[in-house]
């Protein structure tokens, strides 16, 4: 691999490290743009590993693979943070191009150092701190009282490595459960959250962005279930939310997408984390805006100019499809049900239908929100076997 263009007369290759569905959704975007890509997966039936020509088998955590993969790839990119951080430096400074690099990935695998960054250069975020024991947590609930919340500083996702503590006995059992394991804790404030909102960026090494129209993320138990777009919030609430995502992949020094998901509390957002890569929250844009969320990440990761972020319709809402426990037909199966509930984009993943698990989500555009979110909601009931 080398810091170079690839020549003119082929396709410049982008690997991407982890083979689930925001790998599968990036090659589809790399299809009419002319890119390969390549994809290291942990197991042949991962997500995007059954849509692409070129997979490699191997562990994100394994140096050599990664090192092996990088050197037939013109860029590497990530479809989760899960991986060797000192291997992706090693290859940066053989001279290896990693986007985002492992400076900003440190952000997203980190959120005690990516909170305590982002509250050094004066950006808003929740109250926190480092939970090395009980004695910790019982100092800052004197300050905050009851709830607090408990994370994971590293390794969460789709609410697992986060938990509410509703007095001392539950921070205790905590406590005792994480007690074998290398999980370390923070603890923050439990925010009162009117909305959650999110902003997505597409930053290009050198600094050039573009934002996508901020949205409404619907949360529940810690999983995100619904997107809205634009967000139904004031102008200037917006502005600042761009703001703040603009500000943060400056800071992060995102390439690439860069996701800054937000609380708001009445006038005030808080900052709640980031993810350096394409995010649930940006899938409204496949089908929702001009250039996808996908194609802007691999057009910044390549450094290519960026395309426009502008909304098709006046709303476009993102329903996922979390795997139901009692499904007796799977969503691909019940991808012709649609025709009962028409006017709405799928997309599956084609991962088993776990309990929980997002196996696909559906973009409908439209001019009501209400009208909107109910044609979403009611093809993804249909799709995952729901009642509606
Ligand atoms: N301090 C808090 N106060 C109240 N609710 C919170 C707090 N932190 C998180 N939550 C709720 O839990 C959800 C998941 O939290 P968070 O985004 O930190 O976890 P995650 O597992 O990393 O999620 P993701 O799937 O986005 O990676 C948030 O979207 C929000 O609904
Ligand atoms: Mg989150």
Redesign the pocket.
């Known amino acids: 691999m080398t810091s170079t263009p690839p020549p003119a007369d082929r396709f410049p290759v982008v690997g991407i490290v982890g083979a689930g569905q925001l790998a599968r959704m990036m090659i589809q975007a790399a299809i009419p743009l002319g890119i390969e890509v390549r994809v290291l997966a942990e197991h042949s039936g991962d997500s995007a590993a059954l849509v692409s020509p070129h997979v490699e088998i191997g562990s994100p955590n394994d140096a050599d693979a990664l090192r092996n993969f990088a050197s037939r790839c013109d860029v590497v990119t990530l479809d989760h943070e899960l991986v060797n951080l000192d291997a992706l430096v090693a290859i940066e400074a053989a001279g290896g191009v990693v986007r985002p690099g492992a400076t900003t990935l440190r952000f997203a695998k980190d959120k005690l150092y990516q909170r305590s960054t982002f509250q050094r250069a004066g950006l808003p975020v929740?109250d926190f701190v480092d939970a090395p024991d009980l004695d910790a947590v019982e100092a800052f609930s004197v300050r905050h009282g009851w709830p607090v919340?408990a994370?994971s500083q590293t390794g969460?996702?789709?609410?697992?490595?986060?938990w509410v503590l509703g007095d001392l006995d539950e921070a205790r059992a905590l406590f005792a459960s994480v007690a074998d394991s290398d999980v370390a804790l923070m603890i923050?404030?439990?925010?009162p959250?009117e909305r959650?909102l999110a902003v997505l960026v597409a930053r290009r090494p050198g600094g050039e962005f573009v934002t996508y129209p901020v949205v409404e993320t619907v949360?529940r138990d810690?999983?995100?279930h619904e997107v809205i777009a634009p967000a139904p919030v004031s102008e200037e609430i917006a502005a600042r939310a761009r703001d703040l995502g603009e500000r943060i992949a400056a800071l992060t020094g995102a390439a690439g997408i860069i996701a800054t998901?937000l609380f708001l509390v009445g006038d005030e957002l808080l900052i709640?984390?980031v993810?350096t890569r394409p995010h649930n929250s940006g899938h409204f844009s496949i089908d929702g805006c001009a250039t996808s969320q996908f194609a802007n990440h691999l057009r910044a990761v390549l450094d290519w100019p960026l395309g426009s972020t502008d909304l098709l319709a006046p709303v476009v809402v993102m329903a996922n499809l979390l795997g139901e426990d009692r499904a007796s037909m799977g969503p691909r199966m019940r991808l012709a049900l649609l025709a009962a509930a028409p006017g709405v984009h799928p997309h599956l993943y084609g991962k088993d239908a776990r309990p929980g698990r997002k196996i696909g989500h559906v973009n409908a555009l439209g001019e009501d929100i209400e009208e909107t979110r109910a044609r979403a909601a009611l093809a993804a009931a249909r799709l995952t076997g729901r009642s509606v």
Not at 156 to 162: F, H, I, P, S
């Open positions: 929740p919340v994370k969460g996702y789709d609410g697992r490595g986060m923050e404030q439990f925010v959250i959650e949360q810690g999983i995100c998901e709640n984390e993810a």
